[in-house]
């Protein structure tokens, strides 16, 4: 049987939710599609199956954001030939520059095969932390960009609802949430860890990138408020915040207290072993470290931000609903208002008190993680590559 030629389009595969997503499709898709990986820049932190063919456009990945606008049609022209010369049928684009040179293949050179833009975020609410002007631009792509698509992947309803409503995409949009490898991830969390945890401390563990919508800063200025508890904050990751992550720990005095631990590729092995995972994010698409703590039977504390905490954690409400004036205890984790310090600082303390809620979070937490299964969510993307 002729396997099905697809191409996967992301800026890269270093470290990052999308990237662990692309990572997982390659492994799980690979036995039955041919699978050709286009990269912006050939950077790669996640083990990927040697069969994959690679195409670098040899592109920096950071570089000023308005150059990356002029540079996109040469690129889009690149792409094309490339997926001519192998007989590409459908190519799947990740994240906003990947897309919207996708766009442009068909647009301006006449593209034939199938088109699909995997939306990562919650686009609107993404958009509010840069420039007038950059956010212009970026909404004239996007809307640009997913009209010419054949069929959008969101990973969240909040995010399929975004485009609809605030960007107007009438292109069908098929909701496939992130998935995660449950047997890999049991696996490696049975590694023995560093030698960073103490006994008779309760550990607090972040696990991501250093960037700004991640709200760093806020998780460490919640631990400052309850620091005279016996607790311990690791930090797993790297990024180009980590300066100002270090200091602010330094102004804060928790040198002690708080251990950066450096990316690494199995943050299993920490999360493990720690007591409660803390996402303090402005915004999401639907992230995938919350959906990997809860398979570690972890109790999460997230930031109800746009999109996707809420969707994992809270299920059965309503997907506009904002935890506002207090922390919310839901179903599967505790959801605390945005950027709301002292707030999330009283769930940490809560969590840390009460053993009974950690029990019970532990147990519904398993249970969750079976959701997001890779071995069930990639059926939903066998449909979607093959239409």
Known sequence: MVKQKILIFINSLRSGGAER????????????????????????????????????????????????????????????????ENNIQTSIAFLNRPCYINALMRSLWGYKGNIIMCERTHQTTMLRHNSRLY??????????????????????????????????????????????????????????PPDVF????????????????????????????????????????????????????????LQDKVVFCGFDPNPYKYISHADCFVLTSHVEGFPNVVLEALACGKPVISTDCKSGPREILAPGTDINHEAFSSYEIAEYGILSPVNDVANLAAAMKKIYEDASLRQQLSVKALERAKDFDVEGIKQYFHVAFSS
């Open 198 to 253: 103490e006994e008779k401390k309760f550990h607090f563990i972040y696990v991501g990138g250093f960037r700004k919508e991640k709200n760093i800063p806020l998780l460490l200025q919640a631990f400052y408020i309850i620091k005279n508890l016996p607790i311990k904050l690791l930090i797993i990751g790297g990024g180009a915040l980590e300066h100002v992550l270090l200091h602010l720990v330094d102004e804060l005095g």
């Open 135 to 192: 956010r212009m631009i970026s909404k004239m792509l996007v809307k640009f960009s997913y009209k010419r698509a054949d069929l959008v992947l969101a990973n969240s309803y909040a995010s399929k609802a975004d485009l609809i409503e605030n960007f107007r995409i009438k292109t069908p949009i098929r909701v496939i949430h992130n998935p995660i490898d449950l047997q890999s991830i049991h696996r490696q969390s049975s590694v023995t």
């Open 21 to 84: 997503v692309v990572s997982h499709l390659l492994h799980h898709l690979k036995d039955d599609f041919d699978i050709h990986l286009a990269l912006y820049n050939r950077s790669i932190d996640y083990v990927i199956p040697s069969e994959i063919k690679i195409f670098d456009l040899e592109q920096p990945l950071k570089e000023n954001e308005y150059a990356v606008f002029l540079r996109i049609p040469m690129l889009s022209r690149k792409l094309y030939r490339y997926c001519k």
